[in-house]
């Protein structure tokens, strides 16, 4: 079993930055892709960024956050991080760390492990 705990969410003022954190358990992380999805009052839950198990080279974006966020992975520490810029109102939404195997996927279904979600508010 998989489990994965997410932190740094919480409120932030438009314009501003924040960096989400998910730490995973289990040996086999480094096999593993991680994605962020994000979940809004109201709306589905949403791709945000993923990450294949080779790192960078298989770092994805949905268009709306392309240019102001961040994944990046620390295999030595089994953690994944979302690094938020230029913020607006509408990225509020509590934030999921997901994880799969190997590759990336947009779908939130080909996703096996899931966290409990952290919250990020906006405010302007």
């Known amino acids: 079993q998989v489990q994965l705990v997410e932190s740094g969410g919480g409120l932030v003022q438009a314009g501003g930055s924040l960096t989400l954190s998910c730490a995973a358990s289990g040996r086999t992380f480094s096999n593993f892709a991680m994605g962020w999805f994000r979940q809004a009052p109201g709306k589905e839950r949403e791709f945000v960024a993923g990450i294949s198990w080779t790192g960078g080279s298989g770092a994805y974006y949905a268009d709306s956050v392309k240019g102001r966020f961040t994944i990046s992975r620390d295999n030595a520490q089994n953690t994944v991080y979302l690094r938020m810029n230029s913020l607006k109102p509408e990225d509020t939404a509590l934030y999921f760390c997901?994880?799969?195997?190997?590759?990336?996927?947009?779908?939130?279904?080909?996703?096996?492990?899931w966290g409990q979600g952290t919250q990020v508010t906006v405010s302007s």
């Open positions: 997901a994880a799969r195997a190997y590759v990336v996927d947009v779908s939130p279904s080909r996703y096996n492990y």
